[in-house]
């Protein structure tokens, strides 16, 4: 069983950057690839980037792309979401997820594991 911890959430003005982290424990984690995923209110849970097992692959949703990077740890359990040139349309609340697989997936079905979430929220 996986436990994934985020942190870093929080207030931040458009224009500006914010990184947020998941920690992951209880399971050997160069097993998993790992991708984050938001949720708006009113809105289904998308996809934003993922990472594989080695970091060697990312994959990121297009509203994602050139803005933010995803990266890994695995020397300390960890994966990163650096966002930069934040928009109001980023707000969301921001889950870390685990996939047993090496690939970076971006589908929510293929992730077995899912923390409680961060909340970011982008002022105008």
């Known amino acids: 069983q996986v436990q994934l911890v985020e942190s870093g959430g929080g207030l931040v003005q458009a224009g500006g950057s914010l990184s947020i982290s998941c920690a992951a424990s209880g399971g050997i984690f160069t097993t998993y690839a790992m991708g984050w995923f938001r949720q708006a209110p009113g809105k289904e849970r998308e996809f934003v980037a993922a990472?594989?097992?080695?970091?060697?692959?990312?994959n990121y949703a297009d509203s994602a792309l050139g803005r933010f990077t995803i990266s890994r740890d695995n020397a300390n359990n960890m994966v990163y979401l650096q966002m930069n040139s934040l928009k109001p349309e980023d707000t969301a609340v921001y889950y870390c997820a685990a996939a047993s697989r090496w690939e970076a997936p971006s589908h929510g079905f293929e992730y077995d594991y899912w923390g409680q979430g961060t909340q970011v929220t982008v002022s105008s």
């Open positions: 990472i594989s097992w080695n970091g060697g692959g990312t």
